[in-house]
């Protein structure tokens, strides 16, 4: 039986409070919003101004400024590459987990998620001095390669996940078809399972987006996203918050659409299936 | 030459053995039926033929060619599934073309062939649907279209039929039956429903816990079975397995108590010593009500089915014999009736359930 | 009649599952690669000497291990650590579960409430933590300032006074929305029909919620206390857009102390010998979380 569904008592508290706590959480994010749409004074006044004239000079002068839009295109690039790549990697590795489990495979991907797991600092220091004796820091290459790895086991858990639904009948079907396991991914597996790979695609985008921690270490001004850009441009620009409201507006809305499509792949992906 | 043998197959699953010691050789052109009760391991066996789980240890030929290690994809066999397994995502005609498809043969040639196949089944008009606008024996007849197109050396047959209603299943049996005839193609069938092995097969396997039975055409299964299991599995309705007693042996006949007063006169039988016990195989169309008859009861439960009557006769307590009347039959609850066997209608079984002949 | 389709005679000979190997070649080599050589790397520099501005490096044992335990600032960064884990576990776990239980129930424009409520999760940490620290905090200018005006106090510069329970707050904003959709997913697979029988049975919300839905959502909110765990161990661009650590070490955690003795001490030796350190306890806590999701395989 569908929770609630069934019943159309309203109840009043729980939607006051539910709207309450809907609008409190996001307030933040739309005040920014607000922000970006000020002038400079009109965002510093106080009392807060909520009724204002709005302007686009923030987003005019943001893309002389910051360089916005060559960040912008790296955090596409990176983002898009990094997902790409890492489901070429993970599809096949996923089609072997589900359809040819062993005691073996099952190691692995217990083996696969702990790396996950492990935290970003542990390889800073060698990744970095590995990255300066290529001359590979402040490349996009380095950041799409580093992006892809550290998001590869969840990509791989959730491929598995999605592969996991499809009867095996189906590819035992092909496999008496004549149809070897590569052909099998590719004409049965990958056509039946696009839904899924697409959320996929969409929540290791959004992951890779929003990723910071080794964008601010290795790259700069050449091959830096936009999470670093706006954490070079708050110290630079601190004070300056109707063009950092714009410049961080920019950023991240791409990103809160594509969340919003997402929400149940959040869950099912990044807790391994352990709730359902 | 054979079109497929197996010797002495086994398989285990880790410490658990699921099938030992089969041995079996299929004509070409046979149509063969592997028939048992659920966890028998026919499907297992299916599966080991197709190339689908691995054989423990044995061997397995195809058209004397060693097939142990050759991939499912290339052992040149096309197998309907329980669930059709069709492809969701494709058209029927793709579907059936599949494997044409992945042997590289080029589009106009495949599109002859899928049409070729479609009119043997009546799927010309079907070809452009998708699974999901088809009903369930239109389904089933993609299933089979699909592995018609790739001509297989054998075809195998993973309960298709048991999807379907009632009568859908009938009449897929019969032209199950007539494609046979009409492809001449080796055929391999599994079900549990000992109905569609005794009306399709030209050879029936009889599969318990993983050992076969026996092996027979559908009459030799009938009438010479090999042991008790055999002989209550094959034939509906089941046949009566009573356990008698030998009262007397003279002048060439025996004379069996079965129950209270309910007595079998045999024919004799060296195994047939005074006082041994053993077991009576009677099938309830084998029986009739006769004033005269040795069998004595009470009948308990009637059905009428239309075409005949079944009938349950307590001869003792805890021992209900199951009979066959005619149609017309006027038999009553509560009536006391006397049966007669047809003479020489009487199976027999040692203590161990093998027939003694 | 055409010959058969399918090439029996030149049929692949293999031993069955051999095949299907190199199908997961590519991920796990790669993924073995990131996970050694670092680690290797790590465990070697840890036992160096070795100082990015004054090479080469010298075999120094475990001076840098000796060295890591007796700074005096190890003690902070831990705690730091301690707490920037469970202050924002306690809030997300609590405001979590508060929340599921509001969302559980309908009521008119539900699903956009939601959507509402979730949407922190999905901006960039950085510009979360900007905009609390500018929009919010800030003494002057900030919204919270304003507020505290309009009470009548005096306006607290939280970043200076206190910085820990500013970056709490952010990371807990950020992730409070995580948590409401695990336990709000949890609560929706709850069987209603146990809730219902309780009613029956004549329990009121309070000891219903207590008895009924508490102990079903204990297994989801362990899950989800292992994984924030896991995360919040490594909470590193909240701190660097606001604090960089400080003022002094008041907001250093373990990550940041790492990168602010590797990549602005460039001190390579020490700063490999504390991520060893974190690895450790990272590991720690990872093989409880695998252990507790190896069943659902």
């Known amino acids: 039986m569908k929770p609630g569904s069934t019943r159309t008592k309203r109840d009043p508290l729980r939607t006051v409070l539910g709207w309450l706590v809907g609008i409190g959480m996001s307030f933040p994010v739309f005040w920014m919003a607000l922000a970006a749409f000020k002038t400079e004074q009109d965002a510093a006044a106080i009392p807060p101004k909520f009724l204002f004239a709005p302007t686009l000079e923030n987003f005019v002068a943001m893309s002389e400024r910051v360089n916005y839009f060559h960040h912008a295109w790296n955090s596409i690039v990176v983002s898009f590459a990094s997902t790409l790549i890492a489901i070429a990697l993970a599809a096949p590795a996923a089609y072997v987990m589900a359809f040819h489990a062993s005691k073996f495979t099952r190691a692995l991907m217990l083996w696969m998620l702990s790396i996950r797991f492990m935290p970003a600092v542990g390889a800073l220091i060698p990744i970095y001095l590995i990255l300066v004796a290529l001359n590979l820091i402040d490349t996009r290459f380095a950041l799409v390669v580093i992006t892809c790895l550290s998001n590869l086991p969840l990509i791989v858990w959730m491929l598995y996940s999605y592969f996991k639904e499809v009867p095996a009948e189906i590819l035992e079907a092909g496999r008496m078809d004549g ?98 | ?66 097939m142990n290690d050759v991939e499912a994809d290339a052992r040149g066999l096309a197998m309907v599934f329980q669930s059709y397994a069709l492809y969701p995502h494709m058209t029927v005609a793709d579907n059936m073309g599949f494997a044409l498809k992945m042997a590289g043969v080029p589009k106009e040639e495949r599109r002859q062939k899928v049409l070729a196949a479609a009119k043997i089944l009546q799927l010309e008009k079907l070809l452009d649907r998708t699974p999901r606008q088809l009903s369930g024996g239109q389904r089933q007849r993609v299933a089979i279209g699909r592995a018609i197109v790739r001509r297989p050396k054998i075809f195998l047959f993973d309960e298709p039929l048991s999807n379907l209603d009632a009568s859908l299943r009938v009449q897929m049996r019969i032209e199950l039956a007539e494609l046979h005839r009409k492809l001449k193609a080796t055929m391999i069938y599994v079900t549990h429903d000992q109905t569609e092995a ?32 055999v002989a209550g599995f094959i034939g509906s309705p089941k046949m009566n397995l009573l356990s008698a ?48 008859g040795s069998i004595s009861g009470v009948v308990a439960v009637v059905e009428h089915l239309g075409g005949e009557t079944l009938c349950y006769v307590d001869i003792a307590p805890g021992i209900r014999l199951t009979v066959k009347l005619e149609a017309m039959s006027t038999v009553q609850v509560g009536d006391r009736t006397r049966l007669a066997l047809e003479p020489g209608a009487a199976l027999l079984f040692d203590a161990d359930g093998k027939a003694m002949h | 009649m ?15 599952g051999m095949k299907v190997w190199p199908l997961l070649l590519p991920s796990v080599s790669v993924l073995l690669v990131w996970m050694i050589v670092p680690l290797v790397m790590t465990i070697w520099y840890s036992l160096q000497n070795y100082n990015l ?72 940490p950085t510009v979360a933590a900007l905009v609390w620290k500018n929009l919010f905090f800030h003494p002057v200018w900030g919204l919270l300032s304003w507020v505290e005006k309009l009470f009548g106090l005096q306006p607290i510069d939280w970043f200076s006074s206190h910085p820990m329970v500013a970056v709490i707050i952010i990371v807990s904003w950020i992730w409070t929305p995580f948590a409401t959709l695990i336990l709000l997913t949890a609560m929706q697979s709850l069987d209603r029909e146990q809730i219902e029988a309780a009613r029956l049975d004549g329990a009121k919300a309070v000891s219903r919620f207590i008895h009924v839905v508490f102990p079903h959502l204990k297994r989801p909110i362990s899950v989800l206390v292992m994984l924030e765990t896991i995360f919040f161990l490594s909470t590193y661009a909240e701190i660097y857009v606001t604090t960089m650590g400080g003022p002094g070490t008041a907001t250093t955690n373990m990550p940041f102390y790492i990168f602010s003795r590797a990549l602005q001490g460039f001190d390579v030796g020490l700063a490999s010998a504390a991520g060893l350190f974190a690895i450790l306890i990272a590991n720690v806590v990872a093989y409880f979380f695998i252990k507790r999701i190896s069943e659902h395989l």
């Open chain 2, 198 to 229: 005794m009306t399709m097969a030209d050879r029936i396997v009889v599969l318990r816990d993983g050992v076969i039975e026996q092996v027979g055409s559908p009459l030799e299964l009938y009438n010479r079975p090999a042991n008790t299991f």
């Open chain 3, 2 to 16: 055409s010959a058969t389709v399918v090439n029996h005679a030149g049929a692949r000979r293999q031993k069955r």
């Open chain 2, 245 to 292: 007693e030998v009262v007397e042996q003279k002048e060439g006949t025996a004379q069996m108590r079965i129950g209270e007063s309910s007595f079998l006169t045999l024919p004799a039988h060296a195994g047939l010593a005074q006082g041994r016990t053993l077991t009576v195989g009677v099938r309830p169309e084998k029986l009739q009500q006769d004033a005269a």
């Open chain 1, 179 to 276: 149809a070897r396991p590569l052909r099998q991914l590719w004409y049965l597996l990958i056509p039946l399972t696009l839904p899924g790979i697409a959320s996929t695609g969409l929540l290791g985008m959004i992951l890779a987006w929003n990723e910071a921690f080794w964008c601010i270490n290795i790259t700069a001004t050449n091959a830096g996203t936009l999470a670093l850009a706006i954490a070079s441009f708050a110290n630079s620009e601190g004070q300056f918050w109707a063009k950092l409201s714009a410049a961080s507006l920019a950023s991240i809305a791409p990103i809160l659409v594509f969340g919003w499509f997402t929400q149940r792949q959040l869950v099912r992906g990044l807790t391994f299936g352990a709730v359902k």
């Open chain 3, 53 to 124: 501005q004054s090479p080469p490096a010298q075999f120094g044992g475990l001076s840098n291990f000796e060295y890591l335990f007796t700074d005096p600032d190890i003690p902070i960064v831990v705690w730091n650590t301690l707490l920037l884990v469970f202050g924002p576990l306690v809030v997300t776990v609590c405001l979590g579960m508060a929340f599921a239980v509001l969302y559980d129930g309908p009521f008119p424009g539900r699903g956009i409430a939601r959507l509402l409520v979730i949407t922190p999760f999905f901006v960039m």
């Open chain 2, 1 to 66: 030459m054979t079109a497929l043998a197996l010797k002495n197959i086994h398989k285990q699953y880790g410490p658990v053995v699921a099938m030992k010691g089969i041995d079996l050789q299929v004509q070409p052109e046979e149509f063969i039926v592997l028939v048992g009760p659920s966890g028998c391991g026919k499907s297992t066996l299916l599966r080991m033929i197709a190339g689908l789980e691995d054989i423990t240890s044995g061997e397995l030929y195809i058209d004397n060619v060693l």
